[in-house]
């Protein structure tokens, strides 16, 4: 890929332990695995993350099936946002629809990949953020499993294909085990980046790192819960590192992304999934709303 392209790849603000900074890097690991209990620091290395992505030439697609609670602050800077099963469901689809209308273009122009496509016609890199990856996999009733698997099925594909047309998956979760079902396993396979803070069993650090990493599994299972934001992340190299994310508070996350709300890219696939932003509040009025008239006798 051309150096002059590369900062579209490259988001991070973490420092692993001998002081360097922890950069995520989408051109070496296009989707990635981050784990981490309540209060682990996971919410913070998202919101890092977040910010640092909000400040390039990218779009973000969000998906918090939490009705929103984590992701519902980003939408200046979301292209698209998901807050329900059957919402994510249907931005899934479209989201596999933009990938393959993205390989027809690159068929059409002989192209390898997203960055050998003419500048003109070249689409903008999209994140997609999963909040919580088990309210995906995870459903209530008989009814819900079909579109479970539908769902499952397009992250599987979106996560083996999407890399080339500069599509990547983050996805996050409290915990991640075989019990989640049928393609739990093939999905984490290709997310070879992972981040495991804190976990409350072992079972989520060894599906986070055993694969790639088997020693590191012992390293997050002893981070004490008194050090939020440490975390153990490795890669399919076989190497692992400890980290450890800044503070930052939703505030601020928001913030950044109101800031950098210029640079939404409108995906017109991605359309009907475009969240609403709400106004900013009026301002604080100055005086009495109700000018004062004088009492007559």
């Keep these: 890929m051309p150096q002059s392209h590369r900062h579209h ?29 309540n209060q682990s620091g996971k919410s913070m290395y998202q919101r890092n993350l977040i910010a640092g992505l909000a400040k390039l030439p990218v779009g973000l697609v969000g998906i918090d099936c939490k009705r929103g609670v984590e992701q519902r ?11 329900t099963p059957d919402e994510a469901s249907r931005l899934l689809e479209a989201l596999v629809g933009e990938m393959e209308a993205r390989f027809d273009l690159l068929s059409e122009h002989g192209a390898t990949d997203l960055w050998s496509l003419p500048t003109k016609v070249r689409p903008v890199p999209l994140v997609v953020l999963v909040d919580e990856v088990a309210e995906l996999f995870l459903t209530a009733a008989k009814k819900d499993e079909e579109r479970r698997d539908r769902m499952v099925t397009h992250m599987i594909r979106l996560a083996q294909m999407a890399r080339a047309i500069g599509i990547y998956l983050e996805v996050c979760g409290q ?18 980046g992972r981040v495991v803070h804190r976990v409350n069993d072992k079972q989520t650090a060894d599906m986070g790192l055993g694969d790639i990493a088997p020693e590191a599994v012992f390293a997050a299972t002893t981070i004490p819960p008194d050090r ?10 076989g190497g692992w590192s400890r980290i450890r994310t800044p503070e930052m508070t939703p505030a601020q996350a928001v913030a950044v992304c109101r800031e950098y709300a210029h640079l939404t890219p409108h995906i017109a696939a991605l359309a009907p999934f475009r969240p609403l932003v709400p106004a900013d509040p009026a301002p604080a009025a100055t005086g009495p709303l109700v000018k004062p008239v004088p009492v007559t006798e």
């Design 9 to 37: 790849h490259r988001a991070g603000h973490q420092l692993a332990k001998d002081g360097t900074a922890f950069v995520r890097d989408y051109q070496k690991i296009p989707h990635a695995l981050t784990l981490g209990a």
């Design 73 to 83: 602050g980003y939408a200046p800077r979301l292209s698209a946002l998901a807050v």
């Design 175 to 192: 915990r991640f085990g075989s019990d989640l079902g049928k393609g739990a396993t093939m999905l984490r396979a290709q997310l070879t």
């Design 228 to 237: 939020p934001g440490v975390a153990v992340a490795g890669d399919s190299s």
